[in-house]
């Protein structure tokens, strides 16, 4: 019978030192911090890199990575350990309170100006930014004479390639979006399912690392920046914060996970709710 110490050394069969070496690799590039009970992920995703870059071990792998004169394997590692979780509409109470309280109350104060901004900042393989402009269709096809536009963004590149094809799989599609939405809003395309040209065109991406300065790309309405400040120490939360905050309008919302807080963070925010969702709007710095 395996003993529970027989298994944590089992999994345990990446090096000490090789595993403190990753973890500082990936929190400089990325600002996401591993644990050690993320060494089983690592050896996982990592053994394929090697295998490709001709070296027969993640050990190997990061032999080579210590030499320090191959930046693209680096960005290769970091990109591989970055988290990819994602659905179509995921949590939906938050969709219904965007579409029912936080959107209209924009397009009652953009009236005038007929602009909208959403920033999707962490959107993986995109289900997010297309959950939003179907939504957006959906609802709110009256503002047909707006200039409407969704930014999303992720460390990823491989993720943003992907999300700007709008191609997703039937096991993609079966998390999370109803059959008549994916029947409006997508082509079929073989064994897979394409966004329509008209949701594609809404959405631009960019590969933005958060816990990096990031080019200048707006003033946006809403930030949905869900699900991924956790993987984030606190002082680079903060960080991240405040310069989301930068990236807003006066009166724009940012959205955060469910499983998320400000609390204990020293950032230029107030705690809101509307309907079952809460929001933070910013405060005046």
């Known amino acids: 019978m395996i003993t529970a110490t027989q298994l944590v050394s089992f999994a345990m069969t990446l090096a000490t030192a090789d595993f403190a070496f990753l ?6 590039h990325s600002g996401q911090r591993l644990a050690p009970r993320h060494v089983g992920m690592l050896e996982q995703r990592l053994a394929p890199i090697a295998g490709t870059a ?7 792998l990061v032999r080579q990575l210590r030499r320090g004169d191959d930046s693209a394997l680096s960005s290769q590692v970091v990109e591989a ?21 936080v959107l209209p109350q924009i397009v009652a104060n953009n009236r005038n100006r007929k602009q909208l901004r959403i920033w999707c900042a962490a959107c993986s393989s995109g289900q997010e930014p297309y959950s939003i402009a179907m939504l957006l269709a959906d609802h709110f096809g009256h503002l047909h004479d707006w200039d409407i536009r969704i930014t999303a963004s992720d460390l990823c590149e491989k993720m943003i390639q992907r999300a700007q094809l709008g191609t997703f799989s039937s096991l993609e599609i079966a998390r999370g979006l109803p059959t008549a939405q994916l029947l409006r809003h997508f082509d079929r395309r073989g064994a897979a399912w394409q966004a329509k040209p008209e949701l594609r065109e809404r959405i631009e991406f960019h590969r933005i690392n958060l816990a990096r300065p990031w080019p200048y790309l707006g003033q946006f309405d809403i930030v949905l920046a869900r699900n991924v400040l956790l993987y984030f120490d606190q002082p680079t939360k903060q960080n991240i914060l405040k310069r989301l905050r930068g990236a807003m309008r006066p009166d724009g919302y940012l959205v955060i996970g469910a499983a998320e807080t400000l ?11 509307i309907d079952d969702l809460v929001y933070y709007r910013p405060a005046a710095i």
């Open 54 to 60: 001709g070296l027969k071990d993640v050990s190997s």
């Open 81 to 101: 350990v970055a988290v990819n979780e994602t659905s179509f509409f995921r949590d939906a109470s938050v969709f219904e309170s965007l579409a029912k309280g």
């Open 263 to 273: 609390i204990g963070l020293c950032v230029p925010y107030q705690r809101k709710e």
């Open 23 to 28: 973890r500082t690799l990936v929190a400089d």
